[in-house]
């Protein structure tokens, strides 16, 4: 292990030296390439500084105690030893995390997809919370965020949004808001204070490039709209609403918002490789269950992930069997103790298996 640490060592600090040489910094697509790959070796290339530095420090108290006659400063520096030992284990940690294979996904943008299922008014009304929760906690997070699609019901629910979030990272911290969520509460509108139990599914998927995969222009049927909806209802006269169908596997992409044609179509494109690109990826993790990172969060689609429970003021994930108390703040974008535990979930899984 020390070996490839030092490899990896030798390795930044040549991208370090390359990302501020004249030619470099001239050449815009070299230097995107060599700073990206700097930045992804930034942790842990400090944490390997970290690593170093505590070794050293153990191994002075350790010559302290071997050689000092003094009691206190053996006293000191066996607490030293204890701290530098205590502190090895949990950088060593960290550094096979850091080490573990990457999900090529986790450094790509997103587009969020919320569909309420059962529980009508209701379903509709949660998707809205759920929506306003999701592009709340992309602005914090000074990701940009882009309603794509939008369905709103009439008394102000969602049936259905489509968001393009855009950042550093978005993937990787996003992708465990898949599938099922489940709320739980009293509608307004019952007389009887009776709960009911309503669904909303949540997509998230990877944007695709064109090195990911290529969807051919034959495959895909066009037309326009006049749109200021998907049906041209109420609409302006000018065609700017697009709708690809991709024929082999029927998929429809509806999109309106912009008053650019052009700028429908890009979205549209991106959209439809995007959700294709997520059928392949889902056939893969299919084919791979012998491997271990598919298995972890490998989840029926029709079963819940999540609970949400106003008369109780509790979420709880039901993938890490943990729950969360103030559901409304929660809902105001407060994800992130949910989220860093369910990736931490994921890490140490990962971990465990490699170690086999």
């Known amino acids: 292990m020390l070996e490839k640490l030092g490899n990896i060592e030798k390795r930044y ?36 500084q970290a690593y170093k530095k505590a070794h050293q420090q153990k191994k002075e108290a350790q010559e302290m105690i071997d050689t000092e006659k003094d009691y206190e400063i053996i006293d000191m520096a066996k607490e030293q030893l204890k701290e530098s030992e205590s502190l090895i284990e949990e950088l060593d940690k960290k550094i096979k995390i850091e080490l573990l294979p990457k999900d090529p996904n986790d450094e790509k943008n997103i587009f969020l997809e919320i569909r309420p299922a059962a529980g009508g008014d209701e379903a509709w009304l949660f998707a809205a919370e759920l929506l306003k929760m999701y592009l709340g906690y992309a602005t914090k997070k000074w990701w940009r965020p882009e309603i794509v699609e939008e369905q709103l019901s009439d008394i102000g629910g969602v049936k259905f949004v489509m968001v393009k979030v855009s950042g550093k990272n978005v993937y990787s911290i996003m992708k465990f808001e898949s599938w099922v969520h489940r709320v739980q509460r009293i509608p307004a509108t019952e007389s009887q204070w009776r709960v009911h139990t ?12 064109d090195l990911d995969f290529h969807v051919d222009p034959k495959d895909v049927e066009m037309d326009t709209y006049a749109g200021s909806s998907a049906w041209g209802q109420n609409a302006n006269k000018n065609q700017t609403g697009v709708r690809l169908r991709h024929l082999p596997s029927g998929l429809i992409v509806d999109i ?101």
């Open 256 to 356: 309106w918002d912009s008053k650019s044609q052009l700028a429908n179509k890009e979205k549209a494109w991106s959209v439809l490789k995007s959700r294709l690109y997520q059928i392949e990826l889902d056939k893969k993790n299919a084919e791979q269950k012998s491997l271990r990172w598919d298995q972890i969060w490998t989840w029926d689609r029709s079963e819940k992930i999540r609970t949400y429970n106003f008369p109780q003021d509790r979420v709880t994930d039901h993938r890490i069997h943990q729950s969360w108390s103030n559901l409304p703040v929660f809902l105001t974008w407060e994800i992130d103790d949910m989220i860093n535990a369910l990736v931490l979930e994921n890490q140490t899984r990962l971990l465990e298996e490699s170690m086999k």
């Open 13 to 48: 600090l040549e991208l370090r030296d390359q990302s501020m040489d004249a030619s470099v910094i001239s050449d815009n697509k070299k230097s995107i390439a060599i700073n990206k790959e700097l930045s992804s070796l930034q942790t842990l290339y400090d944490l390997i």
């Open 198 to 209: 309503s669904t909303v599914t949540v997509a998230i998927m990877p944007e695709a490039e």
